[in-house]
């Protein structure tokens, strides 16, 4: 099966991960990065988009490799000097990092879309293949707690660490959201999609709940392939684990990711740790790698075995 342009679906550092496997190993022409904006919100009168952000420095080399998210070597500065006013910030924004919030702010304001402005940033910082948001429209995530009630998505996962019980997750404004022009022709074009070992609830649910897009992944034959966050019962990285117990779904473990994309996707790739849990999903072609990227080398390795095991089908 020929292979000439890819879409992968990515939020958060595992996104991330393998967006830049899939970069190293493809030409910047056949590959579309699609990324989660449901975690972006307005602060301090700025315009945050985390995991667009995570991608783009990740993509361009400049990520801190400690976090995996924000930029290397980078201060905090203003923060700092906000306390002399009596501010006590619970949201990192580095000092370097706030320049790439100033800049979407002015031209968001200016009247540019976020896939104009993002593609402008990615360009100025080096990145050839075509990093685009979900969305153009503010369609933020809510997460619904115990302790709490409604709580804006950052607020729940860096204020109060993601410590809160889950009950719901609303995507808000979705109504009145749609995938941009961008995104559909990328989508339209594509040979296979990938969507990469991010949270399926709060990175990977967000993009799927944009009006058309699901429609747009499954309108024609083609692979649709994920691959699991869940290694040997635990999350990588984050809180899908934690989730998957507070909303019901029982079981944590890849096959339960498995159960969560059937009907949207016809493959999926887990980790070899889980040898000794088989996973059977009708309609769904099953391969097991190691997974786990921990070099930028691992990465690229995971992204070709990848697309060569899809090229096989």
């Avoid at 700025?46 to 995991?51: A, S, V």
């Avoid at 849990?277 to 070709?304: C, K, N, S, Y």
Wanted: one cysteine or more; proline letters at 5%; aromatic letters at 8%.
């Amino acid at each position: 099966m020929a292979l000439e342009n890819i879409v992968a679906l990515v939020g958060g550092v595992g996104g991330a991960k393998l967006a830049h496997g899939l970069a190293q190993i493809l030409p910047p022409e056949r590959l579309t990065v699609i990324v989660n904006t449901g975690d972006d919100f307005w602060h301090y009168g700025l315009k945050i988009c985390p995991d667009l952000d995570t991608v783009m420095y990740t993509l361009a080399g400049i990520v801190d490799r400690t976090n995996g998210w924000g930029l290397a070597g980078d201060t905090r500065a203003m923060l700092g000097a906000m306390g002399r006013f009596g501010e006590t910030p619970w949201f990192g924004l580095g000092d370097q990092d706030i320049a790439t919030h100033l800049l979407r702010s002015q031209a968001l304001r200016s009247g540019e879309t976020l896939t104009q402005v993002t593609q402008r940033l990615a360009r100025a910082l080096g990145i050839k293949p075509a990093l685009l948001p979900m969305t153009d429209a503010e369609m933020p995530t809510m997460i619904e707690t115990v302790e709490y009630g409604e709580l804006e998505f950052q607020v729940y996962f860096v204020k109060h660490r993601w410590q809160p019980t889950v009950r719901a997750i609303r995507y808000a404004n979705a109504e009145s959201a749609a995938v941009s022009a961008a995104a559909a022709t990328a989508l339209e074009r594509a040979d296979a999609i990938v969507i990469a070992p991010s949270n399926p609830w709060l990175s990977i649910a967000p993009i799927l709940a944009v009006p058309g897009m699901r429609d747009l992944l499954c309108r024609r034959d083609i692979p649709r392939v994920a691959v699991s966050p869940i290694i040997d019962g635990k999350a990588v990285k984050g809180p899908a684990a934690k989730l998957m117990s507070e909303l019901g779904y029982g079981e944590v473990s890849a096959r339960t990711v498995a159960a969560y994309y059937r009907g949207l996707i016809n493959g999926y790739v887990y980790d070899e740790r889980d040898a000794g849990q088989p996973i059977h999903e009708e309609d769904m072609q099953m391969v097991m790698f190691d997974t786990i990227m921990t070099t930028e080398g691992h990465r690229a390795v995971l992204a070709e075995k990848i697309l060569h095991w899809i090229g096989s089908w």
